[in-house]
């Protein structure tokens, strides 16, 4: 199953897995945040203009069966090794469809 690199035009396709995502792990409608897809668009490009964002859209066919979106940031805390990197990154919103998981799909959107 082949994974690309997110667009633009893919973002609004993020932010819904990214709510997808957490409704699967038990929040409830009641508990999602006001605005929720407004932060996370903002989010998403807030990022992609300081060039420290990256999506991946798992696609079967023409649809979207999975995505993940990876971030730098700056350190949190003082580097302690001299190969420490002067941001970290992380990995966050991983979603596959249900009807899709099981597959290695969720893993390969990691690796990308």
């Known amino acids: 199953m082949p994974i690309v690199i997110a667009e633009t035009d893919d973002d609004a ?3 819904d897995h990214y709510h997808r995502h957490w409704l699967a792990m038990g929040l409830s409608a009641e508990e999602v945040a ?3 897809r407004d932060g996370a668009l903002a989010f998403i490009a807030a990022a992609r203009r300081g060039r ?3 999506g991946f859209v ?4 023409d649809a979207a069966v999975g995505s993940a979106c990876c ?3 700056e350190r949190t805390h003082p ?3 001299a190969a420490d990197a002067g941001s970290v990154g992380y990995v966050w919103g991983v979603y596959v469809v249900p009807a899709h ?3 290695g799909i969720g893993a390969g959107l990691v690796q990308a």
Not at 58 to 61: H, N, T
């Open 79 to 81: 580097a302690f090794r």
């Open 101 to 103: 998981r099981g597959r």
């Open 34 to 36: 006001p605005g929720w």
């Open 58 to 61: 798992a696609r079967d066919a």
């Open 52 to 54: 420290a964002f990256a």
């Open 71 to 73: 971030h730098l940031v």
């Open 13 to 15: 396709l993020l932010a």
